[in-house]
C-alpha cells in the first residue's frame, strides 16, 4: 500500500487548508484511514481517524475546527482545517491501517504564521 498526501503549506492564523491522502495498491473494504502531526521535538500525534464505515474519532485539540472525511471509491481521505493556530504547525502524516498492518505516507508541511 502506497500513500501520497498533498495540501500542506503555509496560511496565516485563522485560515483553512484542505489536505488530502489517495492510497493504492492492495486497499481492502475494511480499514482505518487517519491524520497524525509531528511538531518539531515532539512525538507524533494522533488528529483523526476515520473508518471504511465512516466512523470517526477526533483529537480534543482540533475537535470543532478540523473535519475529516473520505472517498471509498478513490480510496482517499481528506482533512478540512479551519480556524488554523499557530500551534497546528507540524509535519502531517496520513496513515492506513488494515488487517493488523499500518501503512504511513511522505508527511506534508503545515505552517500556520503571520
Known amino acids: 500500500v502506497q500513500l501520497q498526501a498533498s495540501g500542506g503549506g503555509l496560511v496565516q492564523p485563522g485560515g483553512s487548508l484542505r489536505l488530502s491522502c489517495a492510497a493504492s495498491?492492495?486497499?481492502?473494504?475494511?480499514?482505518?484511514m487517519g491524520w497524525y502531526r509531528q511538531a518539531p521535538a515532539k512525538q507524533r500525534k494522533l488528529v483523526a481517524t476515520?473508518?471504511?464505515?465512516?466512523?470517526?474519532i477526533y483529537a480534543d485539540f482540533v475537535k470543532g475546527r478540523f473535519t475529516i472525511s473520505r472517498d471509498n471509491a478513490k480510496n482517499t481521505v481528506y482533512l478540512q482545517m479551519n480556524s488554523l493556530k499557530s500551534e497546528d504547525t507540524a509535519v502531517y502524516y496520513c496513515?492506513?491501517?488494515?488487517?493488523?498492518?499500518?501503512?504511513w505516507g511522505q508527511g506534508t508541511q503545515v505552517t500556520v504564521s503571520s
Open positions: 496513515n492506513l491501517a488494515q488487517s493488523g498492518r499500518a501503512y
Open positions: 495498491g492492495s486497499v481492502f473494504s475494511f480499514n482505518v
Open positions: 476515520i473508518t471504511s464505515a465512516g466512523t470517526k
